[in-house]
């Protein structure tokens, strides 16, 4: 089973225009249940594989509304813990590419005071962290002391920090926590963007094979419209372009990356990253590319299911 831990939230994306003489020509917004670990559950279990989301969710609405998803999508919510703060909102903001950008509201919510639960389950074959859960207190250093744990028994562990400047206070303070989790990171999955913030500018290819020399097994670097990269401790270096397909936005397409990549190693019993080949890697790549393009062909994170894989050409 794949465990994945972090937040549980509503983007709220814009819709229809509203009237421009009354509103300023503002945007009505639409409720749409995410955040990115949530949204990295959701592919893996929508692409057949068992995926388990560790978070504390809330009980109001939305946060009824964010279990009853995970439920219908074949989620497994016994690891979920409950509370009546409220759920987290994100307002999303597009760009004339389709690009996300986000305003988050997370004073007193729910998903942050997620508790450790201790040991994972003997079935857990990974464990994948990220976003607002590796930044948001006290939480954060609860699913630090989960990865570090999980990392020392052998489960193979994923990384997205997936980046949200506007909640990371002090910059160095966390570039230097990321890099005390690297030795704990199997597979980190990174985008351009993340991946140039973290090194305040250097070329990504570089910092992945830095970040490889620290510890992690395989970085693995979501492009945009260039594609998906892998750079390995092994030295190898795969690429597969990206698929072109109509983009209506960009919410949860990095997010289907890391379910569709969990997804293909837990169908083929992979542990160990290092017995996979350029060969491997660009089949798991090719892979996750499709579903992404999937995602980005509708509205909000919605990740194919393993029939729309199959389907598609």
Request: glycine share 10%.
């Amino acid at each position: 089973m794949i465990v994945v831990g972090g937040e549980a939230l509503v983007d709220l994306v814009p819709g229809e225009p509203l009237d421009s003489n009354v509103d300023g020509g503002l945007r009505a917004l639409l409720p749409r249940l995410g955040g990115g670990p949530y949204n990295v559950a959701l592919a893996a279990a929508r692409l057949g594989v068992p995926a388990s989301l560790l978070s504390r969710v809330s009980t109001d609405r939305f946060g009824v509304a964010l279990v009853d998803r995970l439920v219908d999508s074949g989620v497994d919510t016994s690891l979920l813990q409950r509370g009546d703060e409220p759920t987290t909102l994100a307002v999303v903001a597009l760009d004339q590419t389709g690009a996300a950008r986000y305003t988050f509201y997370v004073e007193g919510t729910a998903d942050r005071l997620v508790t450790d639960p201790g040991t994972l389950p003997d079935d857990a074959s990974a464990l994948s962290l990220g976003t607002l859960g590796l930044v948001l207190e006290p939480g954060a250093s609860a699913y630090e002391a989960m990865l570090r744990r999980e990392a020392a028994r052998g489960t193979l562990t994923a990384l997205d920090p997936n980046i949200r400047e506007a909640l990371i206070a002090d910059p160095a303070a966390y570039r230097a926590r990321f890099a005390s989790w690297l030795p704990d990171v199997r597979l980190l999955k990174i985008s351009d963007d993340d991946a140039a913030w973290l090194t305040e500018g250097a070329d990504p290819v570089a910092a992945a094979k830095t970040w490889v020399e620290s510890g992690v097994d395989a970085v693995v670097l979501t492009r945009g419209a260039e594609g998906l990269s892998v750079i390995t401790a092994a030295g190898e270096l795969a690429h597969v372009p990206s698929r072109r397909v109509p983009v209506v936005d960009t919410i949860g397409a990095g997010d289907t990356v890391q379910g569709a990549l969990l997804a293909w190693l837990h169908a083929r019993e992979v542990r160990d990253l290092v017995t996979l080949d350029a060969d491997a890697w660009r089949e798991a790549l090719g892979y996750a590319a499709k579903a992404a393009s999937i995602t980005v062909s509708r509205s909000g994170a919605e990740p194919p299911t393993a029939r729309e894989m199959a389907s598609t050409v």
